[in-house]
Structure formats: C-alpha cells, structure tokens
Nanobody, 126 residues
C-alpha cells in the first residue's frame, strides 16, 4: 500500500511558476509515477509521467516545454515544476503511482494507476 500526498498548489498569475510535490509513504523506486489534472466539468487528463528510476519522461502536448517532472527516490518524492503557467492550467492536480517490474515503463492512462493522492488545487489568474 502506498499513500501519496500532494502539496505546492496555490494561486499564481499567468506567466508564473509553481512546483508541486508528491510525497509517498512507501519506497517509490518500484513505481512509475504520473501527474494528472482535472478541471471543473472536465475529465481527468494526463499531464506528465516518469519511469521508476527517472530515466524517461513523457508529457502531454499542452504542457511540453513548460512543465518538468522529476523524482528523488531517496526522498520518496516526485515533483512537477510548472513554468509559464496559463489560465487553462487551472485544475486540481493529482499524483499517481503504478507498480511496475520494468524500469523503462511509462504509464499515461489514469485507469492503469494503482494509487492516487487527494489532489492539490492550482489556480492561474489572467
């Protein structure tokens, strides 16, 4: 069982930056990790994913070049650095973990993840 706790959300002006953190209760090195977001009235969408050891990353087109996912397995923490934020980035951001046996696996589908955090609100004003 893995428990995930997100932090770092808040209110920021367009063009600003935020760094989200996802702290895991267990050892994260056996899990591929991802960030998702959900805006009011919208479906939860994939934002970024990272392999078990951080050797590979993948981003949604909407955030590519602006967001960076990273992880520190020694601290059992995953990060999402968000730069050049836009009003359309406003959403609740969720961290997710999926147990994987291979270190190269990336997961982009929400239904494939095993564990989820409670979410942190990000609001970008124009």
């Amino acid at each position: 069982q893995v428990q995930l706790v997100e932090s770092g959300g808040g209110l920021v002006q367009a063009g600003g930056s935020l760094r989200l953190s996802c702290a895991a209760s267990g050892r994260t090195f056996m899990y591929a990790m991802g960030w998702f977001r959900q805006a009011p009235g919208e479906e939860r969408e994939f934002v970024a994913g990272i392999t078990r050891i951080g050797s590979g990353t993948y981003y949604a087109d909407s955030v590519k070049g602006r967001f960076t996912i990273s992880r520190d397995n020694a601290k059992n923490t995953v990060y999402l650095q968000m730069n050049s934020l836009k009003p359309e980035d406003t959403a609740v951001y969720y961290c997710a973990a999926k147990f994987v046996e291979q270190s190269i696996v990336l997961v982009t589908t929400a239904s494939e993840y095993d564990y989820w955090g409670q979410g942190t609100q990000v609001t970008v004003s124009s």
